[in-house]
């Protein structure tokens, strides 16, 4: 995944709470097998509503999802951070995430930022109000910012999950970080073993 240090853009106000996986990308888009492509599905059963939010042609370069509480609830599926990025959001805001999603979306490069129930209703109004608003989010001093709105506040991230976000280190990335260790034990083993190589 890419290092993230500043988000900086507009965001589409989802003014709706417990937002499940489901929701988010419904389960006949789980068929496809690469990364790829799930921008299309996202929230594909709300889109069938002209008026749903992600239709208004005023929100499509937006970068950021400002959402009501309880984001990302129901299943474990990485689909739905999958579906996310792909269509070009770098953050979420919400007052709660379920856990899995959290922790789904800080190993695949997708920012949750949890803020208090009263950030995230000001916030959700005054996007509705400007759909220009810019939004500044920096993840080494843990800020959100909406200098237009006087709206500055921090926001939860631990240390560890800051350094793996900074760097851009997935899963993969954490271990390569050990790459020379893991050359120098592997040129040790006995041919007859299972090998990396």
Known sequence: MNPITIITGTAVPLDRSDVDTDQIIPSDWLKRVERTGFGAGLFSEWRDDRDFVLNHEKHQHANILVAGPNFGTGSSREHAVWA??????EAVISPRFADIF????????????QVSPEVGRALMD?????HELEITIDVARGTLEAPAIGLETTFPLDEFTRERILNGWDDIGLSLRHEDEIVAYESTRPAFKPSTR
């Open 126 to 130: 005054a996007v509705h109000a400007d």
């Open 84 to 89: 996310l990025t792909d269509y070009g959001f």
């Open 102 to 113: 959290r922790n789904n979306a800080t190993k695949q490069g997708l920012l949750p930022v």
